[in-house]
């Protein structure tokens, strides 16, 4: 009970920490650790923008989180309704995110669970909290977690608010910032034991930028060891740098399930890569595959489209501005839509 009172004491603009981006910044990362949630981000509003910014991120890179990282507050989309109702919003599987929020379901097509809770203080909604869980979890959200959320949430509000009132308000970062991950409890990989294995075994980062080399990927994918560490696989190998390979990687890591595609090495030879996502990086096992080459190549027919790969971000973009216009039922609001989507302050990297 005692820290139930320190918790709802008021702050007020002079005992408010001083630096209330980090203040935020070590809310995130406490409350992805105490509720196992894969990625928690941290979203705030901008009322005189009409926007709503991700400013923290933990378990996806800044580079994977950028396409997300920026919300028109009038959206039909899970984080705007949460600050626009300050009432928070769950969704526990994809199909619930279809019906509910087409647009973002058209957008986001990996089977994880959501929940955005409001930071609320003083009758303002100063931002949301996401967080994603594999959709594997069960379908509702326990009292304990809930708990857990809405206090970490509660005590965000209450710096935002007192940062506000010294005059410091916070604001997004042009970039979110992605959190360290979480330290491996564990010891060092046990190499021998790897190379065991049928196939091969390769670390990423969460990046996807390779950090651990056996010695059958470098025989099955007929390359060395040093030209594979510290690159994403998709980027030197050219036989790999397809959307659909890219895009089982972010399903891998938006999911936390496995997730899996195939493809034809430079010999002839078809391989299975399989993704294991935690919040510390990913685990890639290749394997060679048994499907005759006719079957394989009636099914690469059928699913590569013609012309230029599309990348993941860009494909998010494209697809959340068609499904905008297909919504807007005036010239006005097909203008509103475009400038919502494409501002001349979008942050550096973002694709319109």
């Known amino acids: 009970m005692a820290g139930d009172q320190q918790e709802t004491a008021p702050l007020d603009a002079e005992t408010a920490p ?8 070590r809310e995130v990362g406490r409350l992805a650790r105490a509720v196992t949630a894969h990625v928690v ?8 923008q009409r926007v709503i910014g991700m400013t923290t991120v933990t378990g996806v890179p800044t580079r994977i989180a950028r396409p997300w990282s920026r919300v028109a507050r009038a959206a039909p989309v899970p984080v705007a309704e949460a600050v626009r109702t300050r009432r928070p919003v769950w969704v526990g599987s994809h199909q619930e995110l ?3 929020f087409p647009r973002t379901a058209l957008a986001f097509r990996y089977p994880a669970a959501l929940y955005v809770s409001p930071m609320v203080d003083g009758g303002t909604c100063w931002g949301v909290v996401l967080l994603l869980w594999p959709g594997t979890r069960p379908p509702v ?10 206090s970490a ?10 940062c506000a009132a010294r005059g410091e308000p916070v604001r997004p970062r042009p970039e979110p910032l992605a959190l360290d991950p979480l330290p491996s409890p564990g010891a060092d990989p046990a190499v021998d034991v790897v190379e065991r294995l049928p196939g091969a075994v390769c670390g990423l980062d969460l990046d996807g930028r390779v950090t651990f080399v056996d ?10 060891r040093e030209e594979l560490l510290g690159r994403r696989p998709w980027e030197v190998l050219p036989w790999l740098d397809d959307p659909a390979n890219e895009n089982a990687y972010l399903s891998a890591l938006f999911s936390r399930l496995p997730a899996r595609f195939s493809a034809r090495s430079p010999d002839g030879r078809w391989l299975t890569f399989v993704l294991y996502a935690d919040g510390r990086g990913i685990t890639l096992r290749i394997l060679p595959e048994d499907l005759p080459r ?6 690469v027919a059928q699913a590569s489209p013609a012309g230029a790969p599309v990348r993941a971000g860009t494909l998010f ?24 989507q494409c501002p001349s302050s979008a942050p550096r990297g973002s694709r319109c």
């Open 18 to 25: 001083r630096d209330g981006a980090h203040a935020l910044d």
């Open 41 to 48: 981000a941290a979203y705030l509003d901008v009322p005189e």
């Open 98 to 100: 279809a019906d509910r």
């Open 141 to 150: 959200l326990g009292p304990d977690e809930e708990s857990v959320i809405v």
């Open 153 to 162: 949430c509660r005590r965000m509000a209450r710096v935002l608010r007192a």
């Open 215 to 224: 010695a059958g990927t470098c025989a099955l994918l007929c390359i060395g």
């Open 294 to 299: 006719k079957e394989r190549e009636v099914e």
């Open 317 to 340: 973009h494209l697809l959340h501005m068609t499904s905008a216009l297909t919504e807007a039922l005036s010239l006005k609001e097909v203008t509103d839509s475009l400038s919502e």
